[in-house]
């Protein structure tokens, strides 16, 4: 390892000392740390978005001290140690790029990805765990992203839409469902039931159309930001206050600024 990662390996320990250390980081434990370790791949994904490099390189290093905080937490508890993290992933790719490391060939990136998806079912198979299609998606993912995933497995055995059509009279079918739903006051239960299958069709919409839903969600949210802030902001140059304003002449303003923020290039 290099004498940058040695000391960040160093300043975890000492961190976590009882001894000194400091009294944050000695209260966690794999759990309470979990959500910073998703939050911060996030704001990977957001830095990477941004084009921001200086900022990627400071959010590739909040998720490599989450790394090591982990590390730190599973050698303290003889599990496993930073280095044993390394070795660990060093061995699974070499054992996962047959076709770099060893023999077999794999010439275009659609059999790199077979010979990846043969490689780790037989790690499955080795570790006597389920066979399933859809084995390796995690529980953890973002719902969207996990169905997107699973979709995705259930495709490669051809259990598929295979036109997108059939997809939005799929997407049709359950809007009628739901509307059913709310027009009969249904419980809350089949509300939430029929609204996880549109939001799951559409998912599947989104893989037919070789489209990331949680990017494409997550711009979507960024551009209702953009617009509503933009739309509080001309109010507040005339004087005046979103709260004291009808919902006609908000919606009159959002359609101004939304047409300002195109001529702008903005969107």
């Given at each position: 390892?290099?004498?940058?990662?040695?000391?960040?390996?160093?300043?975890?320990a000492?961190?976590?000392?009882?001894?000194?250390?400091?009294?944050?980081?000695?209260?966690?434990?794999?759990?309470?740390?979990?959500?910073?370790?998703?939050?911060?791949?996030?704001?990977?994904?957001?830095?990477?978005?941004?084009?921001?490099?200086?900022?990627?390189r400071?959010?590739?290093?909040?998720?490599?001290?989450?790394?090591?905080?982990?590390?730190?937490?599973?050698?303290?508890?003889?599990?496993?140690?930073?280095?044993d993290?390394?070795?660990?992933?060093?061995?699974?790719?070499?054992?996962?790029?047959?076709?770099?490391?060893?023999?077999?060939?794999?010439?275009?990136?659609?059999?790199?990805?077979?010979?990846?998806?043969?490689t780790?079912?037989?790690?499955?198979?080795?570790?006597?765990?389920?066979?399933?299609?859809?084995?390796?998606?995690?529980?953890?993912?973002?719902?969207?992203?996990?169905?997107e995933?699973?979709?995705?497995?259930?495709?490669?055995?051809?259990?598929?839409?295979?036109?997108?059509?059939?997809i939005?009279?799929?997407?049709?079918?359950?809007?009628?469902?739901?509307?059913?739903?709310?027009?009969?006051?249904?419980?809350?239960?089949?509300?939430?039931?029929?609204?996880?299958?549109?939001?799951?069709?559409?998912?599947?919409l989104?893989?037919?159309?070789?489209?990331?839903?949680?990017?494409?969600?997550?711009?979507?949210?960024?551009?209702?930001?953009?617009?509503?802030?933009?739309?509080?902001?001309?109010?507040?140059?005339?004087?005046?206050?979103?709260?004291?304003?009808?919902?006609?002449?908000?919606?009159a303003?959002?359609?101004?600024?939304?047409?300002?923020?195109?001529?702008?290039?903005?969107?």
């Open positions: 390892m290099s004498r940058n990662t040695d000391r960040l390996i160093d300043i975890m000492q961190l976590r000392n009882p001894d000194g250390g400091c009294p944050w980081d000695l209260e966690q434990n794999f759990e309470t740390i979990a959500p910073y370790t998703i939050e911060e791949a996030y704001e990977v994904a957001d830095a990477i978005e941004h084009g921001d490099m200086a900022e990627l400071d959010e590739l290093g909040d998720l490599l001290l989450q790394v090591v905080f982990h590390a730190r937490m599973a050698e303290e508890e003889n599990h496993f140690t930073f280095d993290v390394a070795d660990a992933i060093a061995n699974k790719m070499i054992r996962r790029h047959p076709h770099v490391f060893g023999d077999q060939d794999a010439d275009n990136p659609e059999a790199v990805r077979v010979s990846w998806e043969e780790k079912a037989a790690e499955r198979r080795e570790k006597g765990q389920d066979s399933s299609a859809l084995d390796g998606v995690a529980q953890s993912l973002p719902a969207l992203l996990r169905a995933k699973l979709t995705k497995r259930a495709a490669r055995v051809k259990f598929d839409w295979q036109k997108t059509d059939d939005f009279a799929k997407i049709e079918e359950e809007i009628g469902e739901l509307r059913h739903e709310i027009a009969i006051k249904a419980p809350r239960a089949r509300l939430e039931d029929e609204l996880g299958d549109l939001l799951f069709c559409m998912a599947n989104a893989r037919h159309l070789d489209i990331d839903p949680e990017v494409s969600l997550r711009k979507a949210n960024a551009k209702f930001t953009r617009r509503f802030k933009a739309m509080e902001n001309s109010f507040e140059t005339e004087g005046q206050h979103l709260k004291d304003q009808s919902l006609e002449e908000m919606e303003r959002w359609q101004f600024v939304k047409q300002t923020l195109r001529e702008m290039g903005e969107e």
